[in-house]
C-alpha cells in the first residue's frame, strides 16, 4: 500500500483490520496532529500495519479479553508530528528514539521494527483510583505476556507497552512511585512469579 493522497485511500487504510478487535484507524488519532494540523500518515503503510498488527495480536487482544475494554492514548506518530512534539516538549522523544516504538513504520537501528502504543485499562484505572498499585497491574503483564517494556504514568495508571520484531527483554519502568527501573532481566525479580500482586485480578483469558 502507497502512503494515502487521498481522503479515500486514507479511509482504506485507516480501514485495515489489524486484529480481531482493533483496526488501524483505532491507532492514527493524535492530539498534536488534530491541534497543529500536522498530518499524522505512515510514509510505509505496509510496515506500519504489520507492525501494529502484531502488537494487537500478541499484547493488545489478550488485554481486552480479559479485562474488558481497553483504551488507547497514544499510538501511532509520523515522523513530522513526533520531531513536532520532541521540539516543543510535548513527551515525545526524538524520532531516532521513537523508530520502531511509536513511529511504527520506521525501522530502529537494528534494521528491526516494533510498535509502542499507550494504553489505559478502565477496570484497572478504577482498581487504582481505589489505592491499588500500578505494580500489580505491571507484574500480571509481565508474568503472562510477551511484552519488551512497560512504561507507567501517574494518571489512570496508563502505560507505554511495546511489542518489537526481535527484543525480548520484558523491562518496566515507572513514573509514578517508586520511580525508575521495576525489573529488567538480570535482576533477582525477573523470572519469578509475582501472583501475590494479582490475585484480585479477572482470570486471564486468551483471545
Known sequence: MRK??????????????????FYMRDFMYSEISNFHGIPNIPDY???AIKACSSLCQELLE??????????????????????FGNENKLN?????????????????STGTIGATVSVVIPWFADQYENGKSWQDLAWWIHDHLPHCGLYFFPSLAAFNITWHETSKEKTIHSYIAPKGCLTKEGMSNYNVSHSEHYEYFPEFKKP
Open 4 to 21: 494515502p493522497q487521498s481522503v479515500k485511500s486514507l479511509e482504506t487504510l485507516g480501514r485495515a483490520r489489524l486484529s480481531k478487535s
Open 45 to 47: 503503510p505496509d510496515v
Open 92 to 108: 515525545c522523544a526524538s524520532n531516532e528514539a521513537n523508530y520502531a516504538s511509536h513511529i511504527f513504520d520506521y525501522q530502529d
Open 62 to 83: 489478550p488485554l481486552n479479553s480479559t479485562f474488558g475494554r481497553i483504551s488507547i492514548f497514544s499510538g501511532y506518530r509520523s515522523p513530522s508530528v513526533n520531531q
